[in-house]
């Protein structure tokens, strides 16, 4: 299974960009990386996503890594608002249907 | 726009109990999915359907029917529940699945089985 990997947890400093890692060096070529953050209590909410090239929106930033086994999520200035769990998620190998969600990144922003 | 709307927001039941929980969404979405999360860790696949008649299982399946009988609608049954389904349930939705799509979550059902 093609399978992400990404820090339990990091911290950042509000008014300061933010940059989470995500490893998938098992991902194959038509495989699209998603971004999507919990906040408590609530459900998953779409951040970005991308196949090869960096991609932006108004959210944040997605840097794709030319080999594509890595990919990191830019969050340009961090607000309290942003601390949530971030996830990295690929599509499940052999079903164009499935996401498959790791445990994510808890993300700390200190005031 | 609604969105996606999850219906009870918390349950509690016996074990042996049955219950259906609700997922709607006004978003004409052909794809629609069920997801567990369980304390601290991320979400798996339960069932999923590509549109009206058709479902399909996911990770986790075992426990749990799921029906399509209308593009809004996709009920998640639990036929006689066990301890090991308390968890928080979502629904998510996009338009057709194809993977260059993102997702739209429910808020979520809080289930507890004692």
């Known amino acids: 299974d093609a399978k992400t990997t990404q820090p339990n947890s990091m911290e950042s400093n509000e008014e300061e960009p933010v940059h989470l890692p995500c490893n998938h060096s098992?991902?194959?070529?038509?495989?699209?990386i998603h971004w999507y953050r919990q906040l408590p209590s609530q459900g998953p909410e779409y951040v970005i996503h991308?196949?090869?090239s960096n991609v932006n929106n108004r959210m944040a930033s997605l840097a794709i890594a030319e080999d594509r086994k890595s990919s990191t999520l830019i969050l340009h200035r961090a607000t309290l608002r942003d601390a949530a769990v971030y996830y990295c998620?690929?599509?499940?190998?052999?079903?164009?249907?499935?996401?498959?969600f790791g445990s994510g990144t808890q993300l700390t922003v200190l005031p | 726009n609604a969105g996606v709307t999850q219906t009870p927001k918390f349950q509690v039941l016996k074990t042996g109990q049955s219950m259906t929980l609700q997922c709607a969404q006004d978003?004409?979405?052909?794809?629609m999915s069920w997801y567990r999360q369980d304390p601290g860790m991320g979400l798996r696949l339960i069932h999923y359907?590509?549109?009206?008649?058709?479902?399909d299982q996911g990770e986790v399946p075992n426990g749990y029917n799921v029906s399509r009988s209308t593009t809004e609608d996709f009920p998640l049954r639990l036929l006689s529940a066990a301890p090991s389904q308390t968890s928080v349930y979502f629904c998510?939705?996009?338009?057709?699945?194809?993977?260059?799509?993102?997702?739209?979550f429910g808020s979520g059902t809080q289930l507890s089985v004692l």
């Open positions: 978003m004409n979405h052909e794809y």
């Open positions: 991308g196949l090869t």
């Open positions: 998510a939705s996009s338009y057709s699945g194809s993977t260059n799509e993102k997702l739209f």
């Open positions: 998620i690929l599509r499940v190998p052999g079903s164009a249907r499935q996401l498959t």
């Open positions: 359907s590509v549109g009206a008649g058709i479902t």
């Open positions: 098992t991902i194959s070529g038509t495989d699209y």
